[in-house]
């Protein structure tokens, strides 16, 4: 398979280092507006692709048979939307778009054009995570009472410095994955806020997300980019669950990620690979995009209830139509 990657910040390097080892996918193209950074990625994993500035361009250069989607979140959907309008199969990060009809537009095309369409889902399918999961679920019983932290430093402040939302929009789309696997309730409500912090850095912000559910459970959500290291959490959160009689919590243990052998390959890589399977043969994601649109349906409730400041619905994934 011949790929084009789109967007070469920071996260690029995470997908062409799972790319470089797997080795059966080819990258042939490099897009970005800026081709300094195109050059200077393919420069340092020592690749020979076109160089180009859009899609158009990047395929009369090279050929190409999928499309890895790593621009800012506000362009998912038209950069996936247009790759799969040329017949091209998408490999995105997260989230797959920022509202569900954009989300849903997608799968449906996909699904018209005989296409795969596959999002970045580290984090909701993290073992150790799922672990946990079973523990809640064979250990107590709904209504849960759900919080998770997550704050999280960075290099640089990349694309986020410009963003609206940016911890709703790029960071939050995690936990909305975590939480599906802890309550199988529908949820119902979402309030969300979120305020820039720019007098720590120019991408800092902090988010809280509180979501109802169908059958009474609770999840808070305190998410932010900041800026000490001495206050961050792992990027997968700290997670506290209650229900009557029960307690727990959950965290990464970075020594067992490391260091066991059972932890197999990392989160990206791991997720890449079932990716690239899914190109070459029958062999199903572990979270097709179609089963990617509950957690689409809780951001554009966030979005929506952050932009006016207000509690709002969240929207119903149109089951047997996706």
């Known amino acids: 398979m011949k790929a084009v ?52 361009g990047a395929l009369a250069l090279a050929e190409a048979d999928v499309v890895v989607n790593l621009t800012p979140p506000e362009l998912h959907y038209p950069v996936s939307r247009s790759a799969l309008a040329q017949g091209l199969h998408v490999l995105t990060e997260k989230p797959l778009a920022l509202n569900l009809p954009d989300a849903l537009d997608l799968v449906h095309l996909a699904r018209e ?27 107590s019983r709904a209504p ?39 309550i199988t309730a529908p949820p119902t409500e979402v309030i969300c806020t979120e305020t820039a912090t720019g007098f720590l ?61 059972e932890a197999g390959p990392p989160a990206y890589q791991r997720c890449i690979t079932a990716m690239v399977d899914a190109l070459h043969q029958d062999h199903p994601l572990p979270v097709p995009a179609a089963d990617n649109l509950p957690s689409i349906a809780l951001l554009d409730a966030a979005l929506t209830s952050a932009a006016h400041r207000r509690p709002v619905p969240v929207p119903e994934v149109p089951h047997g139509r996706h």
């Open 5 to 56: 990657i789109i967007g070469c910040g920071a996260i690029a390097s995470r997908w062409v280092r799972s790319l470089l080892a797997d080795r059966r996918v080819e990258i042939t193209a490099l897009v970005d507006p800026d081709q300094q950074a195109a050059q200077a990625l393919a420069a340092r994993y020592g690749l020979n692709p076109a160089f180009a500035t859009t899609l158009p």
């Open 113 to 139: 054009r005989g296409l795969l369409l596959a999002v970045m889902h580290n984090r909701g399918t993290d073992p150790d995570f799922l672990a946990f999961a079973d523990t809640v679920h064979s250990r």
């Open 144 to 182: 849960f009472a759900i919080t998770a932290d997550s704050l999280v430093t960075l290099p640089g402040p990349g694309f986020r410095a410009g963003q609206h939302l940016p911890v709703t929009t790029d960071l939050a789309i995690h936990a909305f994955d975590q939480v599906r696997v802890l």
């Open 201 to 261: 850095a120019a991408h800092s912000s902090i988010a809280t997300v509180t979501v109802h559910f169908a059958d009474g459970s609770l999840f808070t959500y305190r998410g932010g980019y900041i800026v000490d290291p001495a206050l961050r959490t792992d990027a997968g959160g700290d997670w506290r669950v209650e229900s009557r009689g029960f307690a727990a919590r959950w965290t990464p243990d970075p020594h067992r990620a490391r260091n066991a052998p």
